[in-house]
């Protein structure tokens, strides 16, 4: 990013904190903030499987327990055995903008992560229990993952061959995993996780970051192989536990729903959370904290909880109350509320920026205004629950939380509410350098977050809502979401419900809006104004 267009950005979130309707620009200015402990990968390979514990044979029922007294290194390295390549599972899960990422061959269920966090060295000692079932006969298959000590690898409850390589784990079983069969990954692992990643020039708050007194997890868009293995690409979405022990007076929060927790006697305690629905791995998160849970109902009786940092209470922002609104309006206009609960964490860190992690928005504290947390909310039916089946598709989840914003303006204060509100957005566009501008529907791997894709994906529903009229465009999205729900959804599919839909031809107007670059007129829109 260059310098003009971080000004730009931090401008707009400028704007914001002074009030203004302009929307979610200004959650790019996240990016400016918090690139920490970015330990640069180490290359290479570290065959291995001698010096593990002991292993117990075959079938052996997995234990969640962390190593005892785990062994610091690995010993000597054996050989890596040579598998038939029609055995082995691609290192990719077929992303164009990120080869490497997920991986092919197998599919996963659950995660479970046990997981021991240490304040004061800033490490983590863990053991992942992944479930998944083959997609083809397995010799060797690939886990998204950073480096860590690996302190032992079963695979079936036999101990695997693995190597580590940049961001994969490769995984060779003691026996061939036929087609079709249901296996167990089971990794013991440990070391100091990693955040932090530069798209576009910037540093950007990604993966597992420390900062004192807390813990803060951002997976979007690959930061999850920080700290846990996994097939790491949203199309493979899996269920969660975790599983967190923090020394006191920590609190640990996780997405999903709190099964227990106590104290463990040794000035730990443990929380278990458990997320039932299916969740992208980017999506997965852990907050740590001395945080006040804050409980409650919304006005239509959907629970949520939020977490906030017992020394920025008095000095939250009431933007953080339109968490239940928001779960209540959207309910409405897009469909029931996807999961059981939903909730915020409120960190004491003042950085500009907010994720829409399943069922636990993770936010910096000076970041809560109404507007940010409704965009977030909304990412739980798009984004969240219907899931990008490809990361190009970015305006699906972006374009649509953008355009939510809109509709809660429009609930706020009619028409013209939502038309001003665009039409910033429309003149923020107009405005953008030529060399500057990217395809909505194929921005880059390295734009992701820019406003094109937010204020463009938003300026496109609301060209379908005039071109469709209101009727079919809300049974589009409800419709969408219903389809989709719990899966993931590609821009083609939406783009043939909207015309099975709305019985027309859309193909011209949606080749306009994200395959070509001029900005398409939108005369309603009050440009200069
Ligand atoms: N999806 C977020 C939002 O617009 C932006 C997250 C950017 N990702 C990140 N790891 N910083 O709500
Ligand atoms: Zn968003």
């Known amino acids: 990013m260059n310098p003009e267009k971080k000004f730009l950005i931090g401008a707009l979130g400028v704007m914001i904190a002074a009030g203004c309707l302009c929307g979610s620009g200004m959650l790019l200015a996240a990016g400016l903030i918090l690139g920490r402990n970015t330990d640069s990968p180490v290359s290479g390979t570290i065959p291995t499987s001698a010096g593990l514990p002991s292993s117990t044979g075959a079938n052996k029922a997995v234990s969640t327990q962390l190593p005892a007294d785990p062994p610091q290194s690995m ?129 950007f708050l990604e993966g597992w970051n420390f900062y004192p007194g807390g813990v803060i997890v951002a997976g979007e868009p690959t930061g999850a192989e920080t700290w846990f293995p996994s097939n790491n690409h949203p199309a493979d979405k899996a269920a969660f536990t975790f599983r967190i022990t923090v020394p006191e007076p920590y609190v640990a929060a996780a997405n999903g729903v709190l099964q227990e927790s106590g104290q463990n ?67 409405e206009i897009f469909g029931p509320y996807p999961f059981a609960t939903c909730g915020i964490v409120l960190h004491p860190i003042d950085l500009p920026f907010a994720l829409e992690n399943q069922t636990l928005i993770v936010m910096g504290y000076t970041f809560a205004y109404g507007i940010v947390v409704v965009h977030e909310t909304s990412h739980q039916w798009f984004g969240d629950s219907v899931s990008l089946a490809s990361w190009k598709d970015i305006w699906l989840n972006e374009g649509f939380a953008s355009y939510a914003e809109g509709l809660w303006w429009e609930r706020e204060g009619g028409a013209s509410a939502l038309k001003e509100d665009l039409s910033r957005r429309y003149r923020f566009l107009a405005n953008l350098p030529e060399r500057e501008v990217n395809l909505l529907g194929d921005p880059g791997p390295d734009h992701l977050f820019d406003p094109e894709v937010y204020y463009r994906g938003a300026l496109t529903l609301h060209a379908l809502r005039l071109n469709v009229g209101d009727e079919a465009f809300f049974r589009i999205l409800q419709t969408y979401f219903r389809s989709f729900r719990h899966g993931n959804a590609t821009t083609e599919e939406f783009i043939d419900l909207a015309e099975e839909i709305s019985h027309r031809d859309l193909s011209d107007f949606f080749k306009e809006w994200l395959y070509e670059y001029p900005l398409p007129d939108l005369p309603e829109l009050d440009l200069y104004s």
């Open 265 to 331: 006697g040794d000035r730990t305690r443990t929380f278990v959370w458990k997320m039932e629905d299916p969740m992208a791995t980017y999506l997965a998160t852990i907050a740590v904290g001395d945080f006040d849970l804050l409980e409650g109902t919304s006005r239509n009786g959907r629970p949520f909880r939020n977490f906030v940092h017992a020394g920025i209470r008095d000095e939250m922002d009431p933007g953080v109350d339109a968490l239940p609104e928001a779960m209540d309006f959207f309910s």
């Open 75 to 203: 010993a000597t390295p054996t050989a890596t055995p040579s598998v038939d390549p029609a055995f082995v599972g691609s290192e990719g899960i077929g992303d164009p903008y990120f080869p490497n990422m997920g991986n092919g061959g197998y599919d996963v269920a659950s995660y479970e992560l046990d997981i021991r966090v240490d304040m004061e060295v800033e490490e983590i000692s863990a053991v992942a229990t992944i479930s998944a079932r083959a997609l083809q006969a397995l010799g060797r298959f690939n886990l998204d993952f950073k480096q860590f000590d690996i302190l032992s690898l079963r695979v079936n409850g036999e101990e695997g061959v693995f190597s580590q390589a940049e961001d994969e784990l490769v995984l060779t079983p003691a026996r061939m995993i036929p087609a079709n069969s249901e296996f167990t990954v089971e990794i013991a692992y440990r070391g100091r996780p990693g955040g932090g990643k530069e798209y576009g020039g910037i540093e």
